[in-house]
């Protein structure tokens, strides 16, 4: 326990080392890590579980700002901590180039950086996502392996965002007790006080969704102690509203937005030192106040081992299979199970709409992943997400393997980013392909950080039908493709659902979509090798019967109509050949020669895709034939809609016709070429 003067120094030492990188950087949030330096102090030198030595230890307390735009507050605990990613030099090189000191926390870049944050909310969604995590483990393994709280610290622009109450209400459900969320209750925003847009009582939201809620004094110690005790104790997630004074001991800029996301500047910053009573150069912390700090860094030093010692003594099956979970190895015989399916499917030859499909593989799959937490955004039996093994998580009751997330299209995928983070389970869930407008943010993190987060997106063209434009993705694909590192499969038949799968399931650090379709689909892929051919990206599904004079590209539903066409341009004694293109981004990464023996331009080039052209370009070239939308869809049967834009069999007879009769010689008068 530490004295309050020892308290005051300690905090002291978060404010000036984060004022002092803003300052040198020229840019940046003084104002959050100044204001929130008490409530951080009580937390990691009091309650958060962790250890530096070992920052990855399983059983670890996960702490999420929310708020990223104090990243400074994070980095000067990290520092004084002693983690060893995090020294001086990295505070001092705050925002430049290189440092793992960015303008906001970047996983990967540190070790106690537990995810990604800096647009408002995401964080809290995040933690959603590790607290069920948590508890699922949990439910797995026992009290004695996994048992610890997350934390998450959100201003109040995380709150206001939407997100958060998808996020809060979904988390107030499910009862997720170890859940904390402490609020920086400061009143200002960079445009002034929150007042100016907002009058929301926040404990009250709280608190109509299922939350235990307490308030503090953000500045007093033991007040804050108390209300994390309080929160500790309770059978609900709970809000912590600690209020705060922005900036706190800047003598004309503490509680202004002046403070928020500029640098103090040096009169300010030497006037703050002195009404602080901080009489150390830029960036000098006493070794009396950096040794408590380090000596608080130990302080769960004996926790970890006395799990380590508990894990020890475990069944070693289930430790084996715990170490294999958190370090995101897939189940032996994984791959054989996909292989043998694929083999069942090339003798069954199913009709079916690749959702269905979707769905008959995460029965095999969830029997032998077992780490699978699936869920769906109120269109379970739309997006055909749950299989037989996939009980529902209810509160209470966390040992489940689904996810009911409501009708939460935002906190969904931010969850699905934690439930990644935390480790030892892959999560996937539903949604139609439009919607992954609502997604958007979250998956964009799931890129940035490189996480397996598979989204699974049924309703994926025109081909839904009758709900018309509004649920009619068209510049959905062409969107989601211009993220980098996101992998995005549509595939063909059943065989390819089975081969996209396995790809999103092996692709450890990237997140996949598997864009699937609402109609029935015929089997186009009768090979039966073992062989994962969508791996390549795109492959020759169908040669042409002689030196191919036209290649036809098509993705998904589409396939069929370029198989169709094909032997209607075959039997015109056309040479054609059919490309399937299940996923443009593992396309790629192949080598130039077989982009090269794909990429046919001494061809008529077709594309065929439901959705805009954009991106298409690169098989079909500038001069390319593209079949496909180039506006939005409309109401009506699927088999009317592909008649009504053109996108058929004789649109691509058609067109590969009037092409190659314009680039035929013409004749003169004498017959004459």
């Known amino acids: 326990m530490t004295t309050p003067d020892q308290h005051r120094q300690m905090a002291n030492a978060i404010r000036f ?9 020229g ?7 100044m204001g929130a330096a008490d409530i951080a102090t009580v937390l990691f030198t009091r309650f958060l579980t962790f250890d530096p030595r070992d920052p990855d230890w399983a059983d670890r307390d996960r702490f999420v700002l929310s708020a990223g735009h104090g990243s400074m507050l994070l980095y000067s605990l990290l520092y004084l901590l002693g983690y060893d990613d995090i020294d001086i030099d990295q505070i001092k090189n705050f925002r430049q180039l290189g440092a793992k000191t960015a303008g906001h926390p970047e996983f990967g870049h540190a070790a106690g950086i537990e995810t990604t944050t800096g647009p408002l909310g995401q964080g809290l969604g995040n933690a959603v996502g590790m607290a069920i995590a948590e508890r699922a483990m949990n439910a797995r393994y026992g009290d004695g392996i996994v048992d610890h709280y997350t934390y998450v610290l959100v201003g109040d622009g995380c709150l206001m965002e939407g997100i958060s109450q ?21 009143g200002i925003t960079i445009d002034g006080e929150v007042a100016l847009a907002d009058s929301t009582d926040q404990a009250a939201r709280f608190a109509a969704s299922g939350w235990n809620t307490v308030r503090c ?3 007093d110690p033991e007040a804050i102690a108390e209300a994390i005790e309080a929160a500790r104790a309770s059978e609900r997630p709970t809000l912590v509203a600690c209020k705060t004074t922005i900036g706190y001991g800047a003598p004309t800029k503490a509680g202004t937005a002046k403070v928020h996301g500029s640098a ?4 300010e910053l030497a006037a703050t030192r002195e009404a602080l009573g901080w009489d150390h150069e830029p960036f000098e912390v006493p070794a009396a106040i950096r040794d408590q700090w380090r000596i608080a860094g130990l302080r769960s030093s004996t926790r970890r081992k006395e799990w380590q010692k508990r894990f020890a003594e ?3 099956e289930i430790r084996g299979d715990f170490e294999r979970r958190m370090r995101g190895d897939l189940p032996s015989g994984f791959v054989q199970a996909m292989q043998r399916y694929k083999r069942a499917l090339n003798e069954e030859r199913p009709t079916v709409a690749t959702r269905k499909a979707s769905e008959m593989v995460l029965e095999i799959i969830n029997g032998v992943v077992t780490e699978t937490i699936g869920g769906s955004a109120d269109l379970t039996g739309s997006n055909n997400t749950r299989t037989s093994q996939t009980a529902a998580i209810v509160p209470g009751d966390y040992s489940g393997r689904f996810v009911h997330y409501g009708i939460r299209e935002h906190a969904m995928a931010a969850a699905m980013n934690g439930l990644a983070l935390h480790g030892g389970v892959i999560p996937y869930s539903g949604t139609f392909l ?3 407008d609502y997604c958007r943010g979250a998956m964009r993190l799931s890129a940035l950080m490189g996480q397996r987060v598979i989204y699974v997106m049924t309703h994926d063209s025109i081909g839904l039908g009758e709900d018309g434009p509004t649920h009619q993705p068209v510049e959905h694909l062409a969107s989601l493709r211009a993220m980098p590192v996101m992998q995005v499969f549509r595939p063909a038949d059943a065989v390819e659902t089975v081969e996209c799968w396995q790809l999103a399931l092996e692709s450890r650090h990237a997140p996949s979509v598997l864009a699937l379709s609402r109609q029935d689909l015929p089997a186009l892929r009768l090979d039966k090798h073992d062989e994962n051919r969508s791996a390549r990206g795109a492959y020759e599904i169908s040669p042409a019967s002689g030196e191919a004079e036209v290649t036809i590209y098509a993705t998904g539903s589409e396939v069929q109509i370029a198989m169709e066409a094909r032997t209607r341009l075959e039997r015109d004694g056309v040479h054609t050949r059919v490309v399937s293109v299940p996923c443009f981004e593992l396309f790629e990464q192949q080598s130039p020669e077989y982009q090269a023996a794909i990429l046919d331009h001494g061809t008529v080039n077709v594309a065929i895709e439901a959705g805009i052209r954009q991106a298409w370009d690169r098989f079909i070239g ?6 496909g939308m180039t506006g939005f869809g409309a109401s009506g049967r699927a088999a009317d809609l592909y008649e009504h834009f053109g996108i058929t069999a004789d649109a691509v007879v058609a067109a590969v016709e009037a092409r190659r009769g314009s680039e035929r010689p013409e004749e003169d008068d004498d017959g004459e070429r």
């Open 166 to 186: 998808e996020a809060l209400t979904l988390a107030g459900h499910l009862k997720l007790n170890k859940l904390i969320v402490l609020w920086d209750d400061n």
């Open 17 to 25: 080392l984060s004022a002092d990188a803003v300052e040198a950087a």
């Open 217 to 219: 004094d953000g500045h």
């Open 622 to 627: 500038r001069d390319g034939i593209f079949i």
């Open 264 to 267: 103090l500047g040096s009169k």
């Open 314 to 316: 475990i069944d070693a």
């Open 27 to 33: 840019s940046g949030h003084p104002g959050l890590p």
């Open 434 to 436: 439009v919607f992954s």
